[in-house]
């Protein structure tokens, strides 16, 4: 097995093969569920109000990867979604874009060509998704595909069957080649945390994401209840915080799936600034994988400087 | 006679089907007319009145989809609960307007008529409003009265029963939902209407009623932007045109109705056709 970057000898060790990454993830202390979803939920009640609250909804909007994962997906369908990540609110120019456009790889072309020259980055899922369920040398030309047409993210599937299995030499191969078939492009790795079932395989499925070069480890892909959760993302949050403590490396996390309000998306913020740092306040370190969520952002934003109510009749129609 | 505790009844807010109380977590003392103590009510804050206005513009698409046939099957079951209900009614009638007994009868015994007189427009509002129009054209054109959405119904401030349903019962008759904020000093019947709705086939959501402080509440209605409408009934006069000016900034219908409206008289279709949009389609023909 080949660790992707130099890594400290602890963690160099824990990927020298397979039975030493297995001691390594089972060796990582176990996750306090109740503390957790404890914690999180205390989190979700700070207030967050005025000034900070506009701050925190402009934050959340600069940091939503505007996705559209349908399989009714039209080319216009995906153009409109360019055109709303660059001016979310063609009435107020100073609405922040969004961080990214996430669609399928046939898609990346459309979505590319619009929004060349915007810095905004186009992501393309990939891998099989959502299943992940399909043989390796498809998972690779599904990747490269993705990347050629101009994909400058990409997100992974992990083969949760495997993961859960045991077999996390054959998910590290994987997220290794994955990560060498995206050349430039940044990986985001999708751990589906609603099929992991207990928190320490989110914390496990984590380490193995980072240890195998990640650049993001992402919940899910959208397609499978639960999606992300408070509790879930917190678990997240406190690996790529340790991750840095022993790297230096920053990494980021991605919650997608179920996050569809202001308030949930203010309460992600705080457990980011809680739990990993405030450095994590960053669109390239902390995203939302989202589609309706946006359009609350844009109506909680006219809300907070109309001084009155908005409705959905002020935003688009996706 | 024991000496049995009664149990006392917490009256709460009724939103999207359910029972919540204040967001705010404050409530106020209610009085009947003599000013004796009879209950606490939730005082409703502007995140109420927020929290209604999603649940009714949720509730709209099926309400306003409905067939008008349906919507009034449905009336008139409140109309049976309503009765089945009138001792209580008449009771709290008869505390919160200081009434005589015979008095608040005949005023429930109205309002219950009233609400089945509303039933019985549903499905004859758009014969009545609708039209096919003669155009120079090889056109059919036909216009027909469709349900505007929201509507913010400030409930008289007197009539605590008969009133309330007269200005309910035309709004959610042609197809709109509402978010109601009761008579601020008599808002015990309409939280009893409110159970009555909730056991009548009526959706959640529908009908919203919010009890609370009407100044500090409507003009958080007024101004809000997924409210289609706005009902002036119950408005102070102090703070009508203010209500207006803002309802101005969102395009809203507004019921500007005269100022201590007599509800016991038999209505027109005038509130009726207060919240309805006119759709007109022409359709090619001849071909």
């Given amino acids: 097995m080949a660790a992707p970057t130099t890594l400290p000898s602890a963690l160099a060790d824990a990927v020298r093969d397979e039975s030493s990454l297995r001691r390594f993830l089972h060796g990582l202390p176990g996750v306090d569920q109740v503390g957790v979803e404890q914690r999180a939920a205390g989190l979700g009640t700070r207030s967050i109000k005025k000034a900070a609250k506009l701050h925190a909804i402009d934050l959340a909007i600069s940091m939503v990867d505007l996705t559209t994962l349908e399989g009714a997906d039209t080319h216009g369908k995906v153009r409109s979604l360019a055109a709303k990540a660059k001016r979310p609110d063609p009435e107020r120019p100073d609405v922040p874009k969004v961080a990214a456009v996430c669609v399928y790889p046939d898609m990346v072309k459309t979505a590319a060509d619009d929004l060349v020259g915007t810095g905004i980055n186009v992501a393309s899922v990939a891998t099989a998704f959502p299943s992940g369920r399909s043989t390796m040398d498809i998972k690779l030309a599904d990747t490269r595909f993705a990347v050629e047409q101009g994909a400058s993210e990409v997100d992974m599937v992990i083969d949760r069957g495997a993961f859960l299995s045991g077999r996390y030499g054959q998910v590290f191969e994987e997220i290794v080649k994955i990560k060498e078939a995206c050349g430039d492009a940044h990986l985001k790795v999708i751990l589906e945390t609603g099929e992991l079932v207990t928190y320490d395989n989110v914390r496990r499925a984590s380490w193995l994401a980072l240890l195998a070069g990640g650049d993001f480890i992402k919940t899910s892909t959208g397609k499978v209840q639960p999606a992300a959760t408070l509790p879930v993302t917190h678990v997240m949050l406190q690996a790529v915080r340790d991750w ?23 309460k992600y913020l705080v457990a980011v600034h809680e739990v990993a740092g ?37 935003v688009t129609v996706d | 006679m024991s000496d049995r505790i009664t149990v006392a009844k917490t009256y709460k807010l009724y939103i999207g089907g359910k029972f919540p109380r204040s967001e705010s977590g404050r409530s106020y003392p209610v009085s009947d007319s003599k000013g004796t103590f009879l209950a606490n ?21 099926g309400w ?5 046939y349906n919507r009034g099957q449905v009336l008139y079951r409140v109309a049976e609960v309503l009765e089945g209900r009138r001792e209580q009614f008449v009771t709290e009638v008869a505390a919160s307007e200081g009434v005589a007994l015979k008095k608040a009868q005949t005023l429930v015994d109205t309002a219950i008529d009233r609400w089945v007189w509303y039933a019985g427009w549903t499905d004859k509002i758009a014969a009545v409003l609708g039209s096919s129009n003669p155009v120079a054209g090889p056109y059919f054109s036909f216009s027909t009265p469709e349900p505007t959405g929201v509507v913010a119904v400030l409930a008289p401030q007197q009539s605590s029963l008969l009133g309330l349903i007269s200005v309910i019962a035309p709004v959610i008759a042609s197809g709109n939902t509402c978010v109601v904020i009761t008579s601020q000093d008599r808002p015990l019947p309409a939280i009893t209407l409110s159970e009555v709705l909730a056991t009548s086939d009526v959706p959640g959501g529908v009908v919203n009623i919010v009890t609370g402080r009407t100044a500090e509440i409507a003009p958080w209605l007024a101004s809000h932007g997924d409210v289609n409408a706005l009902d002036l009934t119950g408005a102070p006069a102090d703070i009508r045109a203010d209500l207006e000016r803002s309802a101005a900034g969102t395009v809203k219908r507004v019921l500007r109705n005269k100022q201590n409206e007599d509800f016991t008289a038999t209505p027109d279709m005038s509130r009726l056709r207060a919240y309805l949009e006119t759709k007109t389609v022409w359709h090619p023909m001849g071909v």
């Fill in chain 2, 41 to 61: 009510a939730a005082q409703g804050s502007r995140k109420d009145a927020r929290d209604a206005v999603s649940a009714a513009r949720k509730a709209f698409g």
């Fill in chain 1, 278 to 314: 405030r450095e994590w306040l960053d669109p390239n370190l902390f995203r939302f994988g989202a589609s309706t969520l946006l359009n609350d952002l844009l109506m909680q934003r006219r809300t907070q400087l109309d001084g009155h109510y908005s409705g959905p009749d002020y």
């Fill in chain 1, 244 to 266: 840095k403590q022993q790297t230096g490396e920053l990494r980021g996390v991605k919650p997608a799936g179920g996050i569809r309000t202001t308030k949930d998306a203010i």
């Fill in chain 2, 64 to 68: 306003s989809g409905a067939t008008a």
